[in-house]
C-alpha cells in the first residue's frame, strides 16, 4: 500500500509505508531507529492520516508505527514490531484524542511496553492507570474537551505528567492543520529522544 501527501513545509523523507500486520492487525510504519514512536489515531482518522506526521517523525530519525486498530494489544504489538523488527530500543506512544484510551492502557498494562506516552486531546482512558512513564498532554485551550481534558489530569494524581496547553481551539490530529503542527511534532520527537 502506497501512502502519499505533503510534511506540511518541512524537508520530506520516503512517502510509502510499509503495511504490516503485527499480531494480527495492520500497521503502517516508515523508517528505522533506536528511538520508536507508536501513533493511535482519532476516532474520525485512520492510521494513514498520520502519514504527514510520520515522515517528518521519521525525518528526525525516529522509527513510526501507526495502528489501524484502536485496541491495547494492536498498540503493545506495534512496540514489539518496532523493537524487533525496527531496532528501537525505547519506544513512546502518542495517542489523539479516542486513540489516548488504548495508549493509556497498553502503558498501565505492562511497564516494559512504553518508556512514555503522548497524548494530543486525550478523549478518554484512566490516566491515572498509565504506570510509572513519563505523560505529555498536548490540547487546545479553546478546544471543546478543554474542561474534561483538565478535569482528567486533576484526577491523575502521582503520574508524572507535563501539560502543553495551546493556542487555538483544534482537537486532537486537528491541531497539525494549524500553525501549532510542527511545535506538536517538534515536541513529540524532543519527548520521545529524551
Same mark, same amino acid.
Given at each position: 500500500m502506497s501512502v502519499l501527501g505533503c510534511s506540511g513545509g518541512r524537508e520530506s523523507g520516503p512517502t510509502t509505508a510499509e503495511t504490516v500486520t503485527s499480531g494480527g492487525s495492520t500497521v503502517l510504519v516508515w523508517g528505522e531507529g533506536e528511538t520508536g514512536v507508536v501513533l493511535a489515531?482519532? +476516532?474520525?482518522? !485512520? +492510521? #494513514?492520516?498520520?502519514?504527514?506526521? #510520520?515522515? +517528518?517523525?521519521? !525525518?528526525?530519525?525516529l522509527a513510526v508505527a501507526a495502528v489501524e486498530d484502536l485496541s491495547a494489544d494492536a498498540v503493545a504489538d506495534a512496540v514489539g514490531f518496532l523493537r524487533a523488527e525496527r531496532g528501537s530500543t525505547k519506544v513512546t506512544l502518542v495517542g489523539s484524542s479516542a486513540g489516548a484510551a488504548p495508549v493509556i492502557e497498553a502503558a498501565g498494562s505492562d511497564p516494559e511496553v512504553a518508556d512514555g506516552v503522548v497524548?494530543?486531546?486525550? #478523549?478518554?482512558? !484512566?490516566?491515572? @492507570?498509565?504506570?510509572?512513564?513519563?505523560?505529555?498532554?498536548?490540547? @487546545?485551550?479553546?478546544? @471543546?474537551? #478543554?474542561d474534561g481534558i483538565e478535569s482528567m489530569l486533576a484526577a491523575a494524581s502521582g503520574v508524572d505528567i507535563e501539560t502543553r496547553p495551546l493556542p487555538g481551539d483544534r482537537h486532537g490530529q486537528g491541531i497539525f492543520n494549524d500553525d501549532q503542527g510542527d511545535v506538536v511534532i517538534d515536541a513529540i520527537v524532543e519527548f520521545a529522544g529524551r
Open positions: 489515531h482519532g +476516532a474520525s482518522y !485512520d +492510521a #494513514a492520516s498520520w502519514e504527514d506526521q #510520520a515522515r +517528518a517523525m521519521g !525525518d528526525q530519525g497524548l494530543l486531546s486525550p #478523549a478518554g482512558g !484512566d490516566l491515572g @492507570s498509565v504506570g510509572p512513564v513519563p505523560v505529555l498532554v498536548l490540547y @487546545s485551550v479553546d478546544e @471543546s474537551y #478543554a
